[in-house]
C-alpha cells in the first residue's frame, strides 16, 4: 500500500504564490517513480483531471501543461520522498482541488499514469 499526502493549498489572491508539497509513504521506493501534479474543478469528473505537471523518478525532466509553463515549477526531493509545486503569478483560473499522484513507471511525458492519488488540497485564488 502507498500513501500520499498533499498540503499547502489555501485562499490567495491573484498575483500570489503558493508551494503545494506531497509525501509519498508505503511500499514503492519514492525515487523509482515519476510523479505529477493534477487538478479538478466543480463539475468534472475524476477522469478528467487536468495534468498540470509532471516529473520524472530522477528530478531532471519536467513537464507542464500550457497554462501553467513560466509560472509553475514541479520538483522533487527523493530524500525526503516528497514532491513540490511552485505556483507563482497566480490567476483565479488556477482555482481548483490539486492532487498528487505517484506513477508505476519512471519516466514520463506531457501527462502520467498515476496508480496512487493523495486526497487533494483546494486552492482558491480570488481576484
Known amino acids: 500500500q502507498v500513501q500520499v499526502e498533499e498540503s499547502g493549498g489555501g485562499l490567495v489572491q491573484a498575483g500570489d504564490s503558493v508551494m503545494l508539497s506531497c509525501v509519498v509513504s508505503?511500499?514503492?521506493?519514492?525515487?523509482?517513480?515519476?510523479m505529477g501534479w493534477f487538478r479538478q474543478v466543480p463539475g468534472k469528473e475524476r477522469e478528467e483531471r487536468e495534468c498540470?505537471?509532471?516529473?520524472?523518478?530522477?528530478?531532471?525532466?519536467?513537464y507542464y501543461t500550457d497554462s501553467v509553463k513560466g509560472r509553475f515549477t514541479i520538483s522533487r526531493d527523493n530524500a525526503k520522498n516528497t514532491v513540490y509545486l511552485q505556483m507563482n503569478n497566480l490567476k483565479p483560473e488556477d482555482t481548483a482541488v490539486y492532487y498528487c499522484g505517484v506513477s508505476p513507471f519512471g519516466g514520463t511525458t506531457t501527462d502520467v499514469y498515476v496508480d496512487y492519488w493523495g486526497q487533494g488540497t483546494q486552492v482558491t485564488v480570488s481576484s
Open positions: 508505503g511500499r514503492r521506493t519514492f525515487d523509482k517513480y515519476a
Open positions: 498540470v505537471a509532471t516529473i520524472n523518478y530522477s528530478g531532471d525532466t519536467a
